[in-house]
């Protein structure tokens, strides 16, 4: 039997599971972020200046440090190898700012290092960016088309291309904090107990990824529940 691709089918229900974890994920982010923002590190660098001081005691000195707008905006550009640090970060001696700016420390180094997992993160971005636009394309055209099989197919591995990209993102992201946190306590800006607190930011952050990628595979398996089979029994 052939049946349209409706809004609310029963798979329906995987996608509320992955948009139920997703905001669990955000919420416990943003009130532990909130939380370590009012608490101030012994150090008494901004979020720049700790930055600053990580990448020199790495070795790395092309590397740029600027501030960005907006709130967690905070990432490194491997490309023009810059360290953008967001407004909440960038002037803040928060123990939150301060994890962040590690964390991103923590990108810069897997570059200079040549860490492969961000090295294939990097290679998939345009793939992703062009693959899962183009899915949703060949599964709307294989719906239309009958149900064509082999047009869904495509779509269907186009986008297990973006799981894949959420996927490589996870090892990419530990690694990251892992790092923020050996330094900040082996350069002595933070204390153990303040090397603890940055753990909790950081795993809270680290919390979104996981969900996002749990989402992204919750979609996947939709897709595949929906479209994935031969469609000779319709
Ligand atoms: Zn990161």
Known sequence: MYYPYG???PTYILIIIGAVITMIASSKMNSTFRRYSR???????????????????????????ERVRGELTDHY???????????????????AAIGVAAHECGHAVQHQKGYVPLTIRGALVPIVNIGSNLS??????GIFLSMNQTLLHI?????SLAVI????TLPVEF????????ILGSTG?????EVDQTKKVLKAAALTYVAGAAAALLSLLRLIILFGGNDRDR
């Open 77 to 95: 550009d491997p490309r023009s190898k810059t360290l953008r640090l967001s407004d909440s970060t960038y002037g803040s001696d928060s123990i």
């Open 155 to 159: 779509g269907i591995a186009l986008f």
């Open 136 to 141: 949703w394309v060949f599964i709307i055209a």
């Open 39 to 65: 608490v101030r590190c012994h150090c008494g660098l901004t979020g720049s200046q700790a930055a600053e001081r990580i990448l020199q005691h790495a070795g790395i000195y092309d590397v740029s440090v």
């Open 165 to 168: 990209f959420q996927l490589v």
């Open 7 to 9: 809004l609310f089918d």
């Open 175 to 182: 690694n990251a904090s892992a790092r923020a946190l050996r």
């Open 189 to 193: 800006i933070m204390y153990g107990e």
